[in-house]
C-alpha cells in the first residue's frame, strides 16, 4: 500500500470560499454572519470536486489511500478572532468527514485546529478530541504562527503550547507542523512562508527539550522539512557546537519529514542524509505546484516517480516510506485499512 | 586562485564589542555615547585576531583570498535608531579597510550598510560611497528585515529599495543578502533566519520584474541559497504555474548563490541542479558551524573539501566556481589581484 501523508482539500466545491467570504464580510457585524447549517454542498458536487483530481490521481500515479486536511492556505487563522477560527474550522473539518465517509478507502482525515493569534492552545482541544473521538480522524495540523507571518506566538517549544501537546498525547496523533497562508508582503506562501516554517520549527526543536517532556510527542515537517535536509551539516554542527545530543536521541523519535520535494535531486538528498524511518511519502496533491515538468513530462509533484527508481534503498526502506512509517507515527491508523479507521467515526 | 566569496570578521578583537556595548547602553542618554575615535585597536591585535583565525585557515585550506565583511549577526540594524546604525556601521567597515591594508593579498572589503528599520535606503547611500569610492571594498550586505525578524520592510522589490539599487549599479557593486541576528524568539539566527531570509529572498526575485528594472544588478544568495536548491523543482514549477520567464530569462543573470553548505550531498546537490555560472565558493569561515564533523575528520565550514572531489564537473566549471564567477560578479575585482583591489582605496 503506498500512503500519501499530506494532501489538502484545495478543489473542494465554490460554496465554501463562498461561505468563507460571507463570514469574512460579516467581522464586525455578527448579525450577518452564516450559520454552519447555511453551507449547501451535495453528495455529488463533493464526488465531483475529488473525480477529477485527487482520484484521478491516485489512480493515475498508483497511491493508494491520502491523509488528508483541509487546505492549508485557506486555514488563515489570522483572520477574524477565535470564534471566527472555530465555525470556519468545524465547517472545514466536517466537511473532510463527508470526504472520508464517501470514499473510506481513499481518505483518512486530519483536522484543521481553530487556532487565533494569541488565544491559549488549549482552546484547541474541544475540536480536536471531537475530531479525533467522534470523526475518526488521527492527526492534527498545527500553526506555528497563526499571525500570518508575523510570527508573534511563542515558539512551538515553549510552554504555552503544552496543553495540547498533552491532549495529543492521550489522543495519540501526531502533528504536521503547516502554516498558512501570509498576510505579510515579504513571504509568499508556498514559496516562501510554507518552507521557512518547516525549517524553523526544525531549529526550535533541535535547540529545546520538548521531547524529554514529552517522549512520544510527534511531529511532521511537511515539504521535505524545508531547508534542513539540504543544511544537515549545518545543523549536525550547530547542534554540535551547542553540545546538544544527536539528532538520533534529540529529535529523531519524533520529528519525521515528507517527501514532498518535486525533483529527484532533492528527494536523492532527503534519502540520503535522513533515516528511512524518519521518512514519510507525500506529494500534496492537489498542492503548491500544479504544472508538469518539461524536462520529464510529469507533473512535478508526482514525487513517486523520483522515489521508486532510487535503487540504492532496500526493499524493506522503500517499505517504511511508502506505508510502514505512516502507519506508525499515524498510530491510529496502524495495522488497520482506511475503512476500518473510518469505521471508527461516531457521527458526521 | 580560490576566492571565498563569503567572510565576515567574526574574530574582532574584543575592544570592538565593549564600544558596542558602551553604544548600547547610551541609547536613550546619547551624552554617554561613546566616540568611534575612542574605539583602541592596535594593529597588532588585528593581526592576532586573525592569525590564528581566518589566515590559519586559508593556509591549511589552500584558499587564497576572502571577500570579507563585518561581522552579520552583529550589524544588529534593529538596535537603537538610523544614528546609532552609521556610528557601527563606519566603525565596523572602518576595522575591515585595516584588515585590508594589513593583509592586501588575504582580504578585500564589502561593507556593511547602515540600515535602521523603516528608514529609508537612500540613507545607505553616503556609506556605500565611502566605502567603495575610498576605502576600496568591492560590495555590500543588505539586510531584507532590518526588524530583525519581524519583517516589516518591503519586499527587496519593492520600489522603496531602488534609490539604493540604483547607486549599486552606479558603482558596479553586488549586494549579498544577509540578514542579522534576529530578535524574535522564533527565529534562531544561524539556523532559522539566515536560512529563511535566502529563501524569502529568491521568492521576492521570483515573483517580481525587478531585473527588468535593473538589468545588471547583482545579488549573492548566500548559505547556498537557503532552501532553495533542494526545492529547485518547487520553484521552477511555482514560476511556471505564475507564467514567469524561465530562470535563465528571469533571475539567473542577477542572482547567485554561495557555497555555504556543510556536507557533500548539500554540495553536490546545489552543483547538480544550479547553473555553475550561478554558483560562487564560500565557506563563510569562521562562522555559524565551527566544529568538526565526525564522519569526515574535518570542519564542517570546509567547504572545498566538498566541492573538490566531485569529479563530474569539468575543470572550467570548477575554475568559475572558485573564481571567475566571483570575479565577475564583484565586477570591481575582475581581473585585478587582491592587492590591486586594495590599492584603490584613497584613504583608511
Not at 500512503?3 to 460571507?22: F, N, Q, S
Not at 497563526?146 to 503550547?161: A, V
Not at 504536521?176 to 498576510?183: A, D, E, G, Q, R
Not at 508556498?190 to 526550535?204: E, K, P, V
Request: with cysteine; net charge neutral.
Amino acid at each position: 500500500m503506498i500512503i500519501d501523508c499530506h494532501g489538502h482539500y484545495t478543489t473542494a466545491p465554490p460554496a465554501l470560499e463562498a461561505w468563507r467570504k460571507a463570514q469574512i464580510a460579516a467581522i464586525g457585524d455578527p448579525s450577518k454572519t452564516p450559520s454552519r447549517a447555511s453551507l449547501s454542498i451535495s453528495d455529488d458536487e463533493i464526488r465531483a470536486s475529488l473525480e477529477g483530481a485527487q482520484l484521478k490521481m491516485q489512480r493515475e500515479r498508483g497511491t493508494d489511500v491520502t491523509i488528508f486536511s483541509p487546505r492549508a492556505s485557506a486555514m488563515a487563522h489570522h483572520v477574524g478572532d477565535a470564534s471566527t477560527s472555530v465555525e470556519w474550522t468545524r465547517l472545514c473539518n466536517d466537511l473532510i468527514r463527508r470526504v472520508c465517509k464517501l470514499y473510506p478507502d481513499n481518505f483518512i482525515g486530519v483536522c484543521q485546529l481553530p487556532q487565533s493569534p494569541g488565544v491559549r492552545p488549549e482552546n484547541c482541544i474541544p475540536e480536536l478530541e471531537r475530531c479525533v473521538n467522534e470523526l475518526g480522524f488521527i492527526g492534527c495540523n498545527l500553526n506555528p504562527d497563526p499571525s500570518g507571518g508575523y510570527w508573534k506566538e511563542p515558539p512551538l517549544t515553549d510552554r504555552w503550547w503544552y496543553p495540547l501537546y498533552e491532549k495529543m498525547v492521550e489522543l495519540d496523533v501526531p502533528a504536521m507542523v503547516h502554516v498558512s497562508s501570509s498576510c505579510n508582503p515579504c513571504f509568499h506562501a508556498t514559496g516562501a512562508h510554507y518552507i521557512n516554517a518547516d525549517t524553523t520549527a526544525f531549529m526550535q526543536f533541535l535547540t529545546s527539550d520538548l521531547f524529554k517532556d514529552f517522549p512520544t510527542l510527534k511531529f511532521i515537517i511537511p515539504h521535505g522539512g524545508g531547508a534542513v535536509p539540504y543544511h544537515w551539516g549545518r545543523y549536525k554542527g550547530i547542534a554540535q557546537d551547542m553540545k546538544r545530543p544527536p539528532f538520533s536521541e534529540l529529535l529523531l523519535k519524533n520529528v519525521y519529514f515528507d517527501t514532498c520535494v518535486y525533483h529527484r535531486p532533492g528527494i536523492e538528498l532527503l534519502l540520503k542524509v535522513v533515516p528511512a524511518e524518519n521518512v514519510l511519502f507525500a506529494s500534496e496533491m492537489v498542492g503548491a505546484v500544479k504544472g508538469i515538468d518539461p524536462d520529464t513530462g510529469h507533473h512535478y509533484d508526482d514525487t513517486r516517480r523520483y522515489v521508486e527508481p532510487i535503487d540504492w534503498i532496500s526493499g524493506a526502506d522503500r517499505a517504511k516510506i511508502f506505508e510502514g512509517n505512516a502507519r506508525r507515527v499515524f498510530s491510529r491508523f496502524g495495522t488497520r485499512t482506511p475503512r476500518e479507521v473510518n469505521a471508527t467515526a461516531r457521527s458526521g
